[in-house]
């Protein structure tokens, strides 16, 4: 089975066997009394997680903006915790990829910090 990404660049087609890393993804379900954030059950989820490398103009010059990218097979909001290799990321964008028909997100992408 394959795997349709669109993006603004038009349509690329991954196979759905190079979701090969598994990662743990926990919802927050609010605070505790110290406010820290609290969360549900965690869900394994199959997906690839990529490095990102970047730059962002700020107002002390140019600063590094490295984050990870998350392809999916179930969905990721913004907010979550994302656990893979021993290390906690959060989400800080996340969007679903359609298919060809348009009608049901086939995967979601998630911006990984």
């Avoid at 605070?31 to 394994?44: C, I, K, L, Q, V």
């Avoid at 984050?67 to 656990?83: D, P």
């Avoid at 086939?106 to 910090?113: I, T």
Wanted: charge should be negative; hydrophobic fraction near 35%; include cysteine.
């Amino acid at each position: 089975m394959d795997i349709l990404l669109l993006h603004e660049e038009g349509a690329e087609m991954i196979a759905a066997h190079l979701l090969i890393h598994s990662a743990s993804v926990k919802a927050p379900t609010g605070f505790d009394r110290d406010r820290n954030p609290t969360y549900g059950e965690a869900s394994s989820v199959k997906c690839r997680i990529v490095p990102k490398n970047g730059r962002t103009m700020g107002q002390t010059g140019e600063q590094p903006d490295d984050h990870y990218l998350m392809l999916a097979n179930s969905e990721i909001t913004m907010g979550q915790t994302v656990t893979w290799e021993g290390k906690d990321f959060t989400v800080r964008k996340a969007w679903p990829c359609y298919a060809l028909d348009g009608q049901k997100p086939d995967h979601w992408k998630a911006e990984l910090v």
